[in-house]
């Protein structure tokens, strides 16, 4: 064990804090990568690069000549097969990239999104409109997204709006907030079967709570028999809330892009 130890103290002698930063923004980078291909084809053209390159250290591993010759000379066909295939996913990935901001931008861009479904709520419940807002977190939504019809639209107080207009054909469900946009609308989601809610909660109450209780979502829920303005998060629910006291919990709960 001491024998060991000895081997390892060398590395940790020559490890800097540069080190340190370079592995945290290589993860950093990993990770939202990652976010970005999320249930997209693009996850697919990562799973097929990660077989093919499993493969080559298989062939090394056990001296399969054939196979590790085959797709070692043929890194840039497949390399350019998976480019044209996978381009509109590729496209989509660098229009993200293209938007991201710098920190600062992050703070600014989830308070211009929190004030919009601020404003949209308050306009919802004084002209009596109903309403679910689901805001995803770190829980993928993707289930309940597919139920709706998708958008994929930047969000915007009258966006939301004209989605609950009792003439919209989207009305009924729930709109679905991913990355600070409008994924789908129309969605179907998960009724709370919790015996203890209260019976006064209608169907949209319902739902909010349900779909808390099953992800880490945040909904916001406006009534259109009392135009009141209601939160859920974590399964509970708080009822009847202003404008200003939603914007403070959206702000709290609300999703942060990191």
Known sequence: MNTQW????????????????????????????????????????????????????????????????????????????FTIIFQPELRRILVQLGRRRMLMGFFKEEARLYKEITEASRVLARRKIGALIILERDVNLKMYIDSGTPLDAELSAELLVTLFITKSPLHDGAVIVREGRVAAAGCILPLTQDPNVSKNYGTRHRAAIGVTEETDAVAVVVSEEKHSISLAVAGKITPAIDSQTLEEMLTLYGPKRS
């Not at 103290?9 to 290589?26: G, K, N, S």
């Not at 093919?52 to 097969?81: D, E, H, P, R, S």
């Open 6 to 81: 000895t081997h390892l103290l060398p590395l940790f002698a020559a490890f800097r804090w540069q080190d340190a930063v370079d592995i945290i923004l290589v993860a950093f980078i990993v990770y939202r990568m990652l976010l970005m291909i999320r249930d997209t084809r693009a996850m697919q053209m990562l799973i097929g690069f990660l077989v093919l390159l499993a493969f080559v250290l298989i062939g090394v591993q056990f001296q399969l000549n054939t196979v590790t010759w085959l797709i070692t000379n043929l890194w840039a066909v497949w390399l350019i097969a």
